[in-house]
DNA sequence: CGGACATATATCCCTTTAGGCATGGGATAA
DNA sequence: TTATCCCATGCCTAAAGGGATATATGTCCG
């Protein structure tokens, strides 16, 4: 995984991701909707793209950017570990109680 | 969302929360499995405490951390909404080809 | 060709943050 | 109490990365 959640984690990419959720947007449509200035906004494209997150096509002279799911595939797939933490009414304490008692402190495995 | 994807950006954080995916661990048990330094692994396990990520409790001389599913939940929900772009084998061009071809370049909305 | 428009890149500045080291502090055992 | 184990924190340094401004590249039109 080429670091997905490291391309989530800044605010401004994931506000293109948010503004690109229901189809193509031309960069200028992007700036518009995320309030960036348009170098910033080319800037995290680009690296949206480097990752594979979007894709480019160009339409005249301007460029069109759309998601390609399978980076963010691999995010959502890592997070699914973690569903049962919060599904079925999951609390730490049921979570704590499950746990045998007998704990050994501090063993390699 | 006090910036999930933030905490998940750090692989040293990821790793300590996929220490944590079978129940609660001592900080000792997780410095031997991630091969981090003890500050460090307190460091970060403190980032996580703050955000809700983890929660803490005292036995004896030792912290067993456990994870708390709350704002892991958050970010799951927010790639929610991209599973269209990978399910029912979506590709990028079955999306452009999905959009109406009469773009106007640069409307507001 | 020349000029306007759309996007990309380059460079600089600045903030954030991880890691290492040393140290502090609480709990346990002798 | 003293020694020891387990963990937390503070300070420092180094590096990564975002935003802004200026500029380059490329495309369309007259």
Tied chains: 1, 2.
Aim: proline share 5%.
């Amino acid at each position: 995984m080429a670091d997905v959640f490291q391309l989530l984690a800044e605010p401004s990419r994931r506000h293109l991701l948010e503004a690109l959720r229901d189809g193509e947007r031309s960069v200028g449509e992007l700036v518009d909707r995320t309030r960036m200035s348009q170098p910033s906004v080319s800037k995290q494209l680009r690296i949206l793209r480097d990752s594979g997150v979007v894709a480019v096509r160009p339409a005249g002279r301007q460029h069109l950017y759309s998601i390609r799911g399978r980076s963010l595939r691999e995010a959502s797939e890592w997070l699914s570990y973690y569903e049962r933490f919060w599904q079925d009414g999951l609390t730490r304490m049921d979570e704590v109680l499950r746990r045998e008692p007998g704990r050994r402190p501090r063993t390699k495995a």
